[in-house]
């Protein structure tokens, strides 16, 4: 593919080990990886995981769909997909909010250096806590500790597959709407 996007670079060096980095930008060196958007989301998926980044890789070369999609929609949510991101722009825009590397716990980062202080919680995370909400057959539950001030922590329960799902603050307190009293809090 030639040289990686500097975004691509950014979120290798803060999402994967470093003894790991300079094997996940080889495994990117494939010809079905040939877009930023295909790169962006595998890496994603990954999640600073190198068996997850070759795990990835391989569905992508019989399924690119499969990857898109898991990468750039909430799949399951609604009738039908849910969009939450744009992997055709870098990690950095706003419409990859939670992909971004900045806002989240990095994966590297943890590993060799001390725990980051969660930063400051929206005003609505704590009124909305261990809150539950369906969608289909799909139940919801608001995870307790909260770390993205626009993004909600949920455990998605599909039948027998559980998962952890980050979801936009504003879909969350839509889908709770009728169940929760949501009150401004105060300023310190």
Request: proline share 5%; hydrophobic share 40%; aromatic share 8%.
């Amino acid at each position: 593919m030639g040289e990686l996007p500097r975004d691509v670079m950014l979120y290798i060096e803060h999402r994967f080990a470093v003894e790991d980095q300079s094997q996940a930008i080889a495994l990117l060196d494939q010809d079905h990886l040939r877009t930023a958007r295909v790169l962006r989301s595998v890496l994603f998926l990954a999640n600073g995981s190198l068996r997850l980044l070759e795990h990835n890789i391989d569905v992508c070369r019989n399924d690119l769909t499969a990857i898109l999609t898991n990468a750039e929609y909430i799949v399951g949510a609604a009738d039908k997909p849910v969009p939450i991101r744009d992997m055709s722009v870098p990690f950095t825009d706003e419409r990859n909010l939670g992909a971004d590397f900045r806002t989240l716990p990095a994966a590297a980062a943890s590993r060799h250096r001390q725990p980051r202080k969660a930063p400051a919680r929206k005003r609505y995370h704590q009124q909305i806590q261990r809150a539950t909400f369906k969608l289909g057959f799909v139940r919801y539950v608001v995870a307790a500790s909260q770390h993205h001030p626009d993004r909600v922590k949920c455990y998605r329960f599909a039948g027998t597959q559980n998962r952890v799902s980050y979801l936009p603050l504003v879909f969350v307190l839509e889908q709770l709407a009728e169940h929760v009293e949501l009150q401004e809090a105060e300023a310190r």
